[in-house]
């Protein structure tokens, strides 16, 4: 499934379009986000991260949460980041494998290389709110 074409995305970057919908907005957010959770899941190292799978209301917050910070209309309002995460242990290295399988489902869906760029070093902020394993 290819989310958008590149050329579409130039020209609307020289016009200063958020992220949010030069990736196709909240479908497309979507799509990403349950791409994600299936490599997660599938994942022996993190999947133990989520021994009862991912339900819809977390599923919903992450493309929430990702929707705000790529500059969208979204507005997260879910459980606070680091709070939700205190305690999992989740290490430097987790962040970077997670961040390594939502770079490949962005590719997947036909994100371009620049933009998906964008979207991983978004997410690269969320680092310390979700880092417990310090």
């Known amino acids: 499934m290819t989310v958008f074409s590149e050329p579409g995305a130039a020209a ?46 977390h599923r919903a917050h992450v493309i929430t949460l990702l929707g705000e910070a790529l500059g969208g209309p979204e ?14 242990l989740i290490s430097d290295a987790h962040f970077d494998r997670t961040a390594a399988h939502l770079d490949a489902t962005l590719g997947d869906l036909g994100v371009p290389r620049g933009l998906t760029d964008q979207v991983i070093a978004t997410v690269a902020g969320l680092r310390q709110s979700v880092v417990t394993d310090r």
């Open 75 to 88: 507005r997260y309002r879910g459980p606070d980041l680091a709070a939700a995460h205190n305690g999992s």
């Open 12 to 57: 609307a970057r020289q016009e200063g379009m958020p992220v949010y919908d030069l990736v196709g907005g909240r479908p497309a957010l979507k799509a990403a986000v349950d791409g994600l959770f299936t490599r997660l899941l599938a994942d022996p190292e993190l999947g133990r991260f989520f021994p009862g799978g991912v339900g819809e209301v």
